[in-house]
T-cell receptor, first 116, second 113 residues
Framework: AQSVTQPDIHITVSEGASLELRCNYS??????LFWYVQSPGQGLQLLLK??????LVQGIKGFEAEFKRSQSSFNLRKPSVHWSDAAEYFC??????????????FGTGTRLTIIP | NAGVTQTPKFQVLKTGQSMTLQCAQD?????MSWYRQDPGMGLRLIHY???????DQGEVPNGYNVSRSTTEDFPLRLLSAAPSQTSVYFC????????????FGDGTRLSIL
């Protein structure tokens, strides 16, 4: 069975500082990996996804993530955070994309707080 | 273009009551899903559908029923609400194809007393 671990429940970062959110996955085949962001009271918004190819993936809002098969990781990064980045971030792993994303397994989330 | 619309946004039920959470999308997406979100547990898939007339179980289907009579609508039914079903419920839809993102609704916050 597939699983996702986000080891950091809560991270606090100063505005303008760099950010890295950790994600480790377990999956028997080629993983399809996603990062989502959830603002308070809102649904989830897709930041970026990895299916194949270049292991460094660029997403929206200046985020990027790097797939490292040897470490089973898909960490999310941003060089300089903004106050508006405060939210909860979810990593997810999916089954074969031939069947769409309806079988995503989500991590437990990392809450990001930005301080001035 | 409304995207994914969930109703109601909030609901309080008594144990044993039944209720239907509504989800509608106007994007002609084939795939639709229901998740529940609980503190410290992320999102867990309840049921999903790959098209009208086709549904299947996710990770935590017990206590919930779904149907998909049209492409647009994917209601989630609680037949006999239990306190363990207190959660925030999200509906999502997706266009068929391996490179398509999911679109999420804003959620329904459900409390079972």
């Amino acid at each position: 069975a597939q699983s996702v671990t986000q080891p950091d429940i809560h991270i606090t970062v100063s505005e303008g500082a760099s950010l890295e959110l950790r994600c480790n996955y377990s999956y028997g085949a080629t993983p399809y990996l996603f990062w989502y962001v959830q603002s308070p009271g809102q649904g989830l918004q897709l930041l970026l996804k990895y299916f194949s190819g270049d292991t460094l993936v660029q997403g929206i809002k200046g985020f990027e993530a790097e797939f490292k098969r040897s470490q089973s990781s898909f960490n999310l990064r941003k060089p300089s955070v903004h106050w508006s980045d405060a939210a909860e971030y979810f990593c997810a792993v999916g089954a074969s994309p031939n069947f769409g994303n309806e079988k995503l397994t989500f991590g437990t989330g990392t809450r990001l707080t930005i301080i001035p | 273009n409304a995207g994914v619309t969930q109703t109601p946004k909030f609901q309080v039920l008594k144990t044993g009551q039944s209720m239907t959470l509504q989800c509608a999308q106007d994007m002609n997406h084939e795939y639709m899903s229901w998740y529940r979100q609980d503190p410290g547990m992320g999102l867990r898939l309840i049921h999903y559908s790959v098209g009208a007339g086709i549904t299947d179980q996710g990770e935590v289907p017990n206590g919930y029923n779904v149907s998909r009579s049209t492409t647009e609508d994917f209601p989630l039914r609680l037949l006999s609400a239990a306190p363990s079903q207190t959660s925030v419920y999200f509906c999502a839809s997706e266009l068929q194809g391996c490179n398509q993102p999911q679109h999420f609704g804003d959620g329904t916050r459900l409390s079972i007393l």
